[in-house]
C-alpha cells in the first residue's frame, strides 16, 4: 500500500508544479434542456477532449489562454464555441434535422435509462475507449479495473467464462447464477454468454448500475446489479475499419522445475524404484545385486544415470507456442431526414497453446431507425456472433500439468515414459478432438412516441437466443479407449451435449416530466415481462463408426457398460412487473427520487410469489449555490445519498419448491422408474436485500474525485444444508442466514502538467469490501456435509472464509508438523483432529482492488499505461509439485530439495518429511498459519502508443477523415510475493499471457 501513497504523492508533486492552467467547465444539455450524457468534448487543434458525465458535466483543463471548445453528439448539430482564460459554459444541443447525409433520428434504445435516475443513483459510466483496444477475446476481460467495484477474474482457458461480480457475492450460494449482474442490451434481457462475445466496436455506451436507485426499476432479476449496455446507431455517412493483429506469448512458470541432475537426485531420496534415480543408483544396485554382477550392474547404472543427466528437456518451451492474435472490424452508417442505419461485421481469432487448438469468433450488428411521424420513431436492432473453439489436438492432461508432470530426462522421442507409466509421449496427444461452437442471435423493436413536449410513451421487446454445442469424440485407438476394459465392439466414444438460453424482454414505460420555473417534476409508470428458457440435452455413445462426427456414429445396440446415456432438462422461469417512479429537482441543486416495482416470478410458491423493489434517493449540487457558482478552485461538488430493497430468486430452480419427478434409465417389469429431482421446500422464499448508498463527486482544484460507501444486507440467504437422511435425501434447500456485505469505493482524474504541445495526466481507483455472515438463524456454524470439518459459513466471519489448523511448525526430529488443538494440547500430524480444531485464518478473495492509469500526449503522439492490483488475499502455498513416494515420477519443484526435511535437526524447513503415514495425510493437506501467504499483485495490464494522422497526412493518402497507427501490450508482467501460482485464479500459469498487437482505426 505504501508505494500507492508514494505514487500519489509524487503525481501531486508534478501537478502542483504545472503552470499557467485554466479550467474550463460546463453542462451540456440536449434540445429538451435535460443533461446529455456521453457528449464528446474537444480543445480544436489539440487531442485534449473529455466525455461528458451523467450529469451531463464536464471539466477541462489547458494551458492554452485562449481557444476553441467543439461540441458533438450523435444525432445532433455540431458546435464550436470560443473560450478565453477560465471559462464556464451550459451549451444546449440541437436535434441535426438536416435533409441531406448526417442525420440520426433521435430513438431512446434502453427505456429503463431515466435521466432523473442517474442524480440521486450510483451510476457508472465506462469509457468504451479503453475497451476497444485490448486484445482479449472476451468484453469482460477488457473491463477489468474499469470501474470500482466491479471484479472480473479470468478463470483460465481459452474460451472460459471469466468471473463478474458487483460488490461482492450477495448470495450464500456460490456461483454465477446466483451472484452474477444482469446484462441489458438496447433495453432486452441478454445471456452472460451474449454479452461475452459483443464487439466493442458496436458499443456506443456502457455503464454499471449499483445501488438499489440504479436498480430497482429491473425488479427481482436485478438484485446482483446491472451492466447497461447501448449499441452505436446511423449517423453521418461514414465507413471505418478497425484492426488489431500480433502475437500471444507463452506465459512464464510461476513454479521453478528441476533439471535432469535435481530430479534425478531427488528420486534417489525418495527412494521409489519405479524411477531411474532410485533404480540406477549405487544405493539400491548394492542392496539388490551382489557377487561379480555387483560391478556390472553399478557401471551400467551409472552410464544409465550419466546419459539421462545430458538430456534437459525445458517442456515450457517444447509444449508452448507463439499463438496468432488478430481482430477485423467493418462498420457503415448512413442516414437522412426519416431514417438512419448501422450495421457491422466483426472476426477475431486466438490460438490456443497446443498447435490446432484456437479460438475464432464472427459476430455482426444491424439497426435502423424509422421516422414513423414528426413525434414517434421506431428502432430495430439486430445481432448475431458465431464462435468456435476447435480441439483438434485433445489431450485428457492440461498443458500446464504435463509441463509441470514431464520428467526434464524424457523427450518427444521417448517411447516409455516414467511420468506416465506404460504409455509414449505421442499416447499424451490426439486422445480425443474437441468442438465447441455457441451461436448467438438477438433482435429488439422499439418505438419512442413524444405524445406532447412532456407525456411520452416507449416500449420494447427483445429476443436473445443462445446455442451451445459440445462435441467431443475419444476414438478407439486412444489410450484411454484401449484400458476402458469394454468390448472390442465397444470402443470409441462419443460425446454431445446442446444446450439453448432464450430470452424474452417486453417493456413498456410511459413518463411524464414538466418543468414549471425552477422546479423540474418527473412520473413514470412501466409494465415489463421478462421470460427465461433453459434446453438442455446431452448424449454419450460408444462403438464409433467410421469417421460421422455426430450421434449417428454410436453403436445403440450396445448393453452394460457401452450402453448409450441421454439426459435432458427443460425449465421456463417467468417475471412479470408493475413499476412507478417519481422525480423532483429544484433550481438544479436539490433532487429527489424515488421508484417502487412488485415483480411475480413462476418459480417461486403461489403465496410467496410477488416480491418488491422499492429505492428512494436525493441529492445536492453544492455547486449550483451562488456563493460556489464562480468559485475557481470548486468546479463540482455533489451529495447524494439512496436507500432501497430488492430481492434475489436467481438460481432457484421449480424442483426446489415444487416435488419435480425424473425417469431413470432402470426399469422395472417393463415400467419405466420415475425419482423424485430434490426434496421441495414449500416454505422457500427469494432472498431479500436492503442497500444503503451515500456518494461525493468534487472537482476541487482541477482534481476530480468520486467516493461511495455502501452496505448491503442479505436477509434469507438460501443454502442446501444436510438434513436428517429419514427424509430419504442428504440436503434441501432452505432460507439459513444474513449476509453483510458493505465497502467503500474511490476514484480520481488529475492532470499533472499540460502546454501547448504536452498533456500528462492520471487516474486510479480503490474498492473495498467486506462480506460477513451476521445471523444463521440460530446457529454458530453450517456445514454442507456430515463428514466436513471446515465450516462452509460462520457467524461473524466473512463467506469466503479461508479455514486451517494452528501449527508451531515442523518438528526437527520427526519431520512432521504439530497443531495446537481447541483445548490448547500440542499433538504431530498423525492425530486425528475435530472440526473444533480448525481456525480462522483469513480472507481467500482480497477486500481491497483497483487500477491505476497514466497518460501522456505530445502533439499527435499518445501514451497509455494501465495497472490493476489487488490487496488483502491470502492463501496457503501449494504442495501440488512437491513430491512424496506415490508421486516421484514427476517432475518437481526445485526448492523441494533444500526446502524439505530429509533428516533428523533438519531446522526452519518448508515441507514436511515426504514419508509419512496414511494417517496424516488429512492434516498435512490442510492450510495453516505456517503456509499462508499473500496473494497481493500488482499487475502492468496494457502499455499503448497510438499516433494520429495530420490532416495533411489524410489527404496525401486519399479520402480519410480520421486514421490512428498504434501498438499495444497487454499483461506485460505480474509482480507478486506469492509464487507458486497465480496470484488471482490460484492457476498454475498465468491464463492471461502476454500480448503485443498492432493497431489501426480508419475513418472514410
Same mark, same amino acid.
Request: charged residues 20%.
Given at each position: ?49 473529455i ?8 471539466f ?20 464550436k ?24 433520428l ?44 466491479? $471484479?472480473?477474474?479470468?478463470?483460465? %482457458? @481459452? ?7 458487483? &460488490?461482492?457475492?450477495? /448470495? =450464500? *450460494?456460490?456461483?454465477?447464477?446466483a451472484n ?66 500480433g502475437?500471444?506469448?507463452p ?35 548394492? $542392496?539388490?545385486?551382489?557377487?561379480? %554382477? @555387483?560391478?556390472?550392474?553399478l557401471?551400467?547404472?551409472? &552410464?544409465?544415470?550419466? /546419459? =539421462? *543427466? ?51 469468433r ?9 421516422n ?13 456472433a ?15 500439468e504435463?509441463?509441470?508432470?514431464l ?15 506404460? $504409455? ?5 496427444f ?17 418505438f419512442?412516441?413524444k ?5 411520452d410513451?416507449?416500449?420494447v ?26 468390448a472390442q ?18 417493456n413498456t ?23 427465461t ?25 450396445l ?40 415483480d411475480?416470478s413462476s ?18 449540487n ?7 457558482q ?8 455533489d ?14 430452480s ?35 436485500n436492503?442497500?444503503t ?20 444486507i ?10 436428517p ?21 474511490v ?28 445471523n ?5 456454524r ?38 495446537i ?23 481467500a ?43 516421484a ?14 533428516q533428523?535437526?533438519d ?19 490442510q ?27 489524410l ?26 501460482s ?23
Open positions: 500500500m505504501k508505494y500507492f501513497v508514494r505514487a500519489f504523492i509524487l503525481l501531486s508533486f508534478f501537478q502542483a508544479v504545472a503552470q499557467n492552467h485554466y479550467n474550463l467547465r460546463g453542462i451540456v444539455t440536449d434540445a429538451d434542456g435535460l443533461p446529455l450524457a456521453g457528449a464528446t468534448v474537444q480543445i480544436v487543434g489539440t487531442l485534449q477532449g466525455i461528458t458525465n451523467d450529469k451531463g458535466e464536464f477541462l483543463y489547458t494551458s492554452r489562454p485562449k481557444g476553441t471548445l467543439i461540441f458533438s453528439f450523435m444525432g445532433m448539430k455540431t458546435i464555441h470560443p473560450f478565453q482564460g477560465d471559462t464556464t459554459f451550459k451549451i444546449q444541443m440541437e436535434d441535426d434535422t438536416m435533409v441531406l447525409e448526417g442525420v440520426q433521435v430513438a431512446k434504445q434502453n427505456i429503463n435509462e431515466i435521466d432523473a435516475r442517474s442524480k440521486t443513483g450510483n451510476v457508472e459510466t465506462i469509457a468504451i475507449k479503453d475497451l476497444k483496444n485490448t486484445p482479449v477475446a472476451s468484453l469482460a476481460l477488457a473491463l477489468q479495473g474499469k470501474t470500482p467495484g466491479m $471484479r472480473i477474474i479470468n478463470r483460465g %482457458e @481459452l474460451g472460459s467464462k471469466p468471473e463478474i461480480r458487483i &460488490r461482492g457475492n450477495s /448470495s =450464500l *450460494r456460490k456461483g454465477d447464477d452474477q449482474p444482469l446484462f441489458i442490451l438496447d433495453g432486452k434481457m441478454i445471456s452472460a454468454e451474449t454479452f461475452y462475445y459483443l464487439n466493442p466496436e458496436d458499443i456506443k455506451e456502457m455503464k454499471v448500475l449499483k445501488d438499489a436507485v440504479a436498480t430497482a426499476l429491473y425488479g427481482i432479476k436485478a438484485s446482483n446489479g446491472v451492466i447497461e449496455i447501448t449499441s452505436k446507431r446511423g449517423g453521418e455517412k461514414t465507413f471505418s475499419y478497425h484492426m488489431q493483429t502475437f500471444t506469448m506465459s512464464p512458470l510461476k513454479v521453478q522445475l528441476m533439471n535432469s541432475t535435481e530430479k534425478l537426485a531427488l528420486e534417489r531420496l525418495l527412494k521409489k524404484e519405479e524411477t531411474p534415480g532410485y533404480l540406477y543408483s549405487e544405493e539400491y544396485i548394492n $542392496r539388490r545385486y551382489s557377487g561379480s %554382477e @555387483l560391478p556390472l550392474r557401471a551400467e547404472g551409472q &552410464r544409465k544415470l550419466d /546419459s =539421462l *543427466r545430458r538430456i534437459n528437456t525445458d517442456w515450457h518451451k517444447e509444449l508452448t507456442n507463439l499463438q496468432v492474435f488478430q481482430k477485423h472490424d467493418l462498420s457503415f452508417q448512413n442516414g437522412n431526414d426519416n431514417n438512419n442505419y448501422y450495421f457491422s461485421l466483426g472476426y477475431l481469432q486466438q490460438d490456443g497453446q497446443i498447435k490446432g487448438n484456437g479460438l475464432q464472427l459476430s455482426s450488428r444491424f439497426a435502423i431507425d424509422q414513423i411521424t414528426k413525434n414517434a420513431v421506431a428502432t430495430l436492432s439486430m445481432n448475431g458465431y464462435a468456435k473453439l476447435n480441439t483438434p489436438n485433445g489431450a485428457h492432461f492440461s498443458t500446464e504435463l509441463i509441470y508432470n520428467n526434464p530426462y524424457e523427450t518427444t522421442n521417448s517411447q516409455r515414459l516414467y511420468s506416465y507409466p506404460d $504409455r509414449s509421449y505421442a499416447d499424451l490426439n486422445q480425443f478432438s474437441g468442438e465447441k461452437t455457441t451461436k448467438n442471435i438477438g433482435a429488439s423493436l422499439s419512442n412516441w405524445i406532447t413536449s412532456s407525456l410513451i416507449s416500449a421487446a427483445g429476443l436473445d437466443y443462445s446455442l451451445a454445442d459440445d462435441l467431443q469424440i475419444t476414438p478407439e485407438t486412444a489410450y484411454s479407449e484401449q484400458r476402458s476394459g469394454r465392439n465397444a470402443l470409441g466414444t462419443l460425446y454431445q451435449s446442446r444446450n439453448t438460453l432464450t430470452n424474452i424482454t417486453a414505460r410511459i413518463n411524464y416530466q414538466k418543468t414549471i420555473g425552477k422546479h423540474d417534476f418527473t412520473l413514470g409508470a412501466n409494465a415489463d415481462n421478462y421470460t428458457i433453459t434446453d438442455n440435452l446431452s448424449v454419450v455413445g460408444h462403438g464409433l463408426y467410421g469417421k460421422i462426427r455426430s450421434v449417428a456414429a454410436i453403436d445403440n445396440s448393453t452394460g457398460a457401452g450402453k448409450p446415456t441421454i439426459g435432458g432438462r427443460k425449465q421456463t422461469d417467468r417475471n412479470l412487473g408493475f413499476g412507478a417512479l417519481t422525480a423532483y429537482t429544484y433550481n438544479n441543486i436539490y433532487n429527489l427520487f424515488g421508484t417502487y416495482k412488485l411475480a418459480i417461486l410458491p403461489k403465496e410467496k410469489r410477488w416480491n418488491s423493489a422499492w429505492a428512494i434517493g436525493a441529492s445536492i453544492f455547486k449550483q449555490y451562488p456563493f460556489l464562480d468559485s475557481q478552485w470548486i468546479n463540482d461538488l451529495l447524494r445519498a439512496s436507500y432501497g430493497h430488492t430481492a434475489n430468486a436467481q438460481a432457484i421449480p424442483s426446489l419448491i415444487t416435488a419435480t419427478f425424473k425417469y431413470l434409465a432402470e426399469n422395472y417389469a417393463d415400467t419405466r422408474i420415475m425419482t423424485i429431482n430434490s426434496l421441495p421446500n414449500k416454505d422457500l422464499k427469494a432472498e431479500q436492503q442497500i448508498d451515500l456518494g461525493l463527486s468534487a472537482t476541487i482544484l482541477k482534481t476530480n474525485l468520486q467516493f461511495s460507501i455502501y452496505k448491503r442479505t436477509k434469507d440467504a438460501l443454502l442446501s444444508i444436510p438434513i437422511s429419514s427424509a430419504g435425501f442428504d440436503l434441501q434447500m432452505q432460507n439459513v442466514g444474513i449476509l453483510e456485505n458493505k465497502g467503500f469505493e476514484s480520481i482524474r488529475q492532470p499533472i502538467y499540460s502546454n501547448e504541445d504536452y498533456y500528462i495526466s492520471w487516474g486510479g481507483n480503490i474498492s473495498y469490501n467486506q462480506n460477513k455472515v451476521t444463521l438463524y440460530g446457529k454458530d453450517i456445514y454442507t456435509s456430515a463428514e466436513q470439518k471446515i465450516p462452509e459459513y460462520q457467524l461473524g466471519k466473512s463467506t469466503d472464509a479461508l479455514y486451517g489448523l494452528n501449527s508451531t511448525g515442523i518438528n526437527p526430529i520427526t519431520g512432521l508438523p504439530e497443531f488443538t481447541a483445548d490448547g494440547r500440542q499433538v504431530d500430524a498423525n492425530t486425528a483432529l475435530s472440526a473444533d480444531d480448525y481456525i480462522y485464518l483469513g480472507m478473495s482480497p477486500p481491497f482492488s483497483g487500477s491505476c492509469n497514466l497518460y501522456f500526449s505530445y502533439k499527435k503522439w499518445e501514451l497509455t499505461a494501465d495497472f490493476y492490483y489487488t490487496i488483502g488475499g491470502k492463501r496457503s502455498y501449494s504442495s501440488k509439485y512437491i513430491r512424496n513416494t506415490d508421486t515420477r514427476y517432475n518437481a519443484a526445485k526448492a523441494q530439495l533444500t526446502d524439505m526435511w530429509w533428523v535437526g531446522e526452519n524447513k518448508r515441507y514436511p518429511t515426504p514419508f509419512h503415514s496414511a494417517s496424516a495425510i488429512e492434516n498435512l493437506s492450510p495453516n498459519n505456517k503456509n499462508l501467504m499473500s496473494t497481493n499483485f500488482l499487475r502492468f495490464s496494457n502499455l499503448s502508443l497510438r499516433y494520429q494522422l495530420s490532416k495533411e497526412m489527404q496525401s493518402i486519399g479520402n480519410l477523415r480520421y486514421a490512428t497507427i498504434g501498438l499495444t501490450t497487454a499483461n506485460i508482467a505480474v509482480w507478486s510475493g506469492y509464487k507458486d497465480d496470484p488471482e485464479t490460484s492457476n498454475i500459469v498465468n491464463p492471461l499471457p502476454p500480448t503485443i498487437t498492432l493497431n489501426l482505426n480508419i475513418t472514410f
